[in-house]
């Protein structure tokens, strides 16, 4: 199962059985809206706290992933989930919903990923049949705990990311129709030394070309294997940072399609996004939406979904410590053809 130095091989093929992705009003007028299974009108989903209202959206995307799965919570086994607030209390309050075992993990916004090949390693080991991954963020909430609470009004730089206001989860099973999850490269930590919480493109870069170019070293493949290679969180400053160091590196990225979720999900000429989105929810609830629907209609017929985190906390940039990066990798097939 262990491929190369970082990379696991999914012999069984897990199936993604289902998704789900729930979304604040905001998102839901970006040029994604139709992706979402649920849109809410109100970015405090009726609650008196932006931490309750993300605890909540993690429970929609819960529950609306087991019921397009046809399935109970009694059936599910595991629950694997994490989120960026302080001790990961939005997945783990929702849990306390679900009332189901619970394994939480924290990747800050690379958790969709992380999750994902941890319910994969889980169903694939015959460790478990069903297992749900998920989660979370919201922009206020998470402004509020990293940067400046909402009502200060706080200008930001160009280089700035706004926080996606969502949640997204999956159920991962051994039996069933739908998407096959074939392998997972889990990186390690890289930091460049940057300390900007305003430059977290910048920050998370280098830890996304280290991932990808582990994941091709490890299986022995090109970029060109994958229909797409979407990274989480990157928007435009990593974006471009990514290709820059490619260049440098002389891998063929442009063998393949590259895009990333934080570009993808806000409408820059429309809404006011900086350099694009970012947080927990971004690269969950584009790939449990939009990404998956676009390869089971058969458009793709394998993409790459590298996740990226920034490991900092509110206690480490107030040190002075510099901004520790990590990215993870989950590959997917469309489930038409095991060739």
Known sequence: MLKGHQSWIFENKPTLLSSASVVGPFEGRGPLG??????????????????????????????????????????????????????ITSSSFAARTLSMPYIGVFGACSTSMESLALASLIVDSHSAKYVLCGTCSHNSS????????TEYGSQKPPTAQYTVTGAGAAVVSSEGEGPKILSATMGRIVDMGIKDPFNMGAAMAPAAVDTIQAHCRDLGITPDYYDLIATGDLSK???????????KHEFPIENTKYVDCGMMIYDYDKQMVQSGGSGCACCAVVTYGHLLNRLKKGEWKRILIVATGALLSPITFQQGESIPCIAHAVAIENGVSSS
């Open 34 to 87: 139709k992706d979402f299974d649920i849109i809410h009108g109100d970015s405090l989903l009726g609650q008196d706290s932006w931490e309750k209202a993300e605890k909540t959206m993690m429970e929609d995307a819960a529950k609306k992933a087991m019921e397009k799965a046809g399935l109970t919570k009694d059936q599910i086994h595991f629950y694997v989930g994490g989120d960026m607030m302080n001790q």
């Open 237 to 247: 400053v990593g974006y471009a940072l990514v290709k820059d160091l490619f260049k």
């Open 142 to 149: 998470a402004e509020k705990q990293f940067r400046y609470p």
